[in-house]
């Protein structure tokens, strides 16, 4: 028997998105298969018979037309989450996000702001191959105008959709595939859009994940510590802005970083945390920073490649070993 | 639209001194190009000023307008003062976008003008969202979409009409088919040249109009923003016009002939509507003057504006990046709700 109050990832998301619709009237979700179907992950399962089909929204395949029309209708006072299936059909509405929801406000002098959620899933561990498992959010925090976020936990996955849709500009939620059937009891709390999270505490080392990553660093931290090494698990959260305090307070007790990332390692997310620590703490260092990224590989399909492919809890160790070593 | 011109009551008397307007703001535009007060690229709007001024005719001011980087006609037209429109192209903090715009971007929320989209196709699906809002918080407005033929190669395009006409939604699509995509024509981008066919097949009401006779525009889309306003979906109408000028600043115009131009010339709209009013009495070649001069007048007031206005501060280059209003908000995670 399962704990009372037990929850999964995906039955929070759902929730945070029921909560959404039941609190304000402007607010509705559209995606591909999100009604009949129940969305293509389960996220959304319930929600038609609940909403009606006017508030969940199934859309053709057309995701430059029906994301773009979420801006539109952002702009016409409603408050929308638009589901992508996946990140990488995201691409296909690139022009919108990029073009339309980034540069809109700035654009216009300050007269149109797009407040606009939407919401993906990203990376790999499914055997899905090399379009549908890429981790691309590093890509989007790139553009100024987006706020990135990426909930890791069930306490963000329930927490972090309502601050988003408050939001006046547009804020794209990266939920990790292989999380969905995550389960355990959120703990109850206030969760802002912010700042990044220490989940865990030790003054040897700082460890910073986010998403699928930071479970696997997590247990990299556990296995430290049986070989005596205390590691800080800084969880990023939000991937922009990120929030540079929390780094840089945690590395001024370690004085060593290790980052990973499942996103490729070259003009990727862990690039530029790793500058923005050669920026803004470089004296406290006593060890190069250290990267565990995917291999600059697409995703292959096969276990024993993709495994090898994507960042893994020895490969963590190794890594942060390597760094308090140095 | 702008207030009415002084002299006459004639219907006629409005859509002329608009599509006027339109013409010798773009002129002056021009010589402000040659003189370096204006840079970037702009595309004119002259020979194609029927629709534009047709099309808004029909519209109402709560009404949208989602246009393209060829849009100075939209904004004027619509009321998008020129004196904003003027220090937008000269970089300036006055302009309607403060400067980060520029000719391709005008927008405007008092008027529901929502740019200056300079993606080929880009601007579709925001007015398709517009007009979705409009349904779903059940208000009776219409959103206008301007777009060039060119575009309707673009799958933008295809995506949009299908979602318009799938949920029925109150949107004008106004196709200005001006033959041409910058040097490409017509035939050479689209295996089915009659593109309000091809519209038609989305399932909404779609006809060609003749372009450059604004009555017919106008009564066209008095037509559609009626039917679209009774409920029965998105119209699309192909305004069949021409551009005299190349299609931006930096465009030789190698791609057609004087000869074509010339011929595209002797259909003027605005001398085809003089000519029209004459005829009927409507108008004499000194009310036109003072028409002329009025315009002048505005235009000159609009550069002098232009000329007069600050340049936003350095300092500032980075806001509008995020809404200023920004809360730093937070969700509440209760430990009841947490349950599904
Ligand atoms: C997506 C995209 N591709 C290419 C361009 C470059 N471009 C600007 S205008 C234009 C021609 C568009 O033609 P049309 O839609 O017929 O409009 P017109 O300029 O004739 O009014 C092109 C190719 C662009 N701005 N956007
Ligand atoms: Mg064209």
Redo the contacts with the bound molecule.
């Keep these: 028997m399962t704990e009372r109050g037990t929850t999964t990832y995906r039955e929070a998301i759902r929730e945070a998105i029921r909560e959404a619709l039941l609190r304000d009237d402007r607010v509705f979700l559209m995606g591909e298969d999100v009604g009949v179907y129940g969305g293509c992950f389960a996220v959304s399962l319930g929600l038609l018979e609940e909403f009606g089909p006017g508030r969940v929204r199934d859309t053709p395949l057309s995701e430059a037309g029906f994301v773009g029309a979420g801006i539109g209708a952002a702009l016409g006072g409603m408050r929308p989450i638009v589901e992508i299936m996946t990140v990488n059909f995201s691409l296909l509405a690139l022009d919108q996000i990029m073009n339309n929801a980034a540069t809109l406000l700035h654009m216009s002098g300050g007269q149109f702001n797009v407040p606009l959620v939407i919401r993906m899933t990203t990376g790999a561990g499914r055997q899905l191959a090399a379009q549908h498992s890429h981790s691309l959010e590093g890509w989007y925090a790139h553009i100024p105008g987006l706020k990135i976020l990426a909930p890791a936990t069930l306490e963000d996955a329930r927490g972090m959709l309502a601050p988003a849709l408050d939001d006046p500009d547009p804020v794209l939620i990266f939920e990790h595939g292989g999380l969905y059937n995550m389960s355990g009891v959120p703990r109850p709390g206030l969760v802002d859009i912010a700042t990044a999270a220490l989940r865990r505490t030790g003054d040897d080392i700082t460890l910073i994940a986010y998403g699928g990553t930071l479970h696997k660093t997590l247990a990299a931290a556990d296995e430290l510590a049986t070989r005596g090494i205390k590691a800080d698990v800084v969880d990023l959260r939000v991937l922009r802005p990120l929030d540079d305090a929390t780094i840089m307070e945690s590395i001024g007790r370690t004085h060593r970083a290790v980052i990973v990332d499942e996103g490729w390692r070259s003009g990727g997310l862990s690039a530029e945390i790793s500058a923005r620590i050669m920026e803004q703490a470089f004296y406290q260092l006593d060890a190069p920073v250290q990267r565990v990224c995917t291999a600059e590989v697409p995703i292959p399909y096969a276990r024993h490649l993709e495994e090898a492919a994507i960042p893994q809890v020895i490969g963590i160790v190794a890594a942060a070993r390597e760094a308090v070593a140095a | 639209m702008a207030p009415k011109n002084s002299a006459g009551t004639s219907p006629h008397r409005e859509l002329l001194h608009q599509m006027l307007r339109i013409r010798r703001f773009e002129e002056r535009c021009v010589e402000l190009y040659s003189d370096e007060k204006i840079r970037g690229f702009m595309?004119l709007y002259i020979g194609e000023e029927a629709v534009a001024v047709g099309i808004c005719a029909a519209l109402a001011p709560d009404d949208a307008i989602v246009s393209?980087?060829?849009e100075h006609g939209h904004a004027l037209v619509r009321g998008v003062p020129a004196t904003v429109i003027m220090a937008e192209m000269y970089g300036r903090v006055a302009g309607c976008s403060r400067g980060r715009g520029g000719s391709m971007h005008i927008f405007d929320a008092e008027h529901r003008f929502y740019g200056g989209n300079?993606?080929?196709?880009?601007g579709l699906p925001l007015a398709v969202g517009l007009a979705l809002a409009d349904k779903m918080q059940g208000r009776s407005r219409v959103t206008a979409c301007f777009?060039?033929?060119?575009?309707m190669a673009?799958g933008e395009f295809h995506e949009c009409v299908n979602l318009a006409a799938l949920w029925r939604l109150p949107v004008l699509f106004a196709c200005?088919n001006?033959l041409?995509?910058?040097g490409t024509a017509l035939a050479k981008s689209h295996a089915e040249t009659d593109l309000a066919l091809r519209a038609a097949s989305y399932d909404l009401v779609a006809w060609p109009v003749d372009g450059m006779d604004v009555l017919a525009v106008a009564e066209a889309a008095a037509r559609a923003a009626e039917s679209i306003r009774a409920g029965s979906g998105p119209h699309f109408l192909e305004l069949r016009t021409y551009?005299f000028r190349a299609?931006s600043m930096y465009d030789p115009d190698r791609y057609r002939t004087k000869a074509e131009i010339e011929q595209w010339k002797k259909r003027d709209p605005i001398d085809s509507l003089v000519a029209r009013m004459k005829a009927a009495n409507e108008i004499s070649d000194d009310d036109l003057a003072v028409m002329d001069k009025d315009i002048c007048v505005e235009i000159d007031q609009a550069i002098a504006f232009a000329e007069q206005a600050p340049l936003e501060a350095t300092e500032d280059l980075t806001r509008f990046v995020y809404s200023e209003t920004s809360p730093t908000g937070a969700g509440h995670v209760k430990s009841a709700e947490a349950a599904p």
Excluded: C, L, P, S
């Design positions: 595309h393209t980087y060829r300079a993606i080929v196709g880009g777009f060039g033929d060119g575009a673009e200005e001006n041409y995509a910058m551009r299609h």
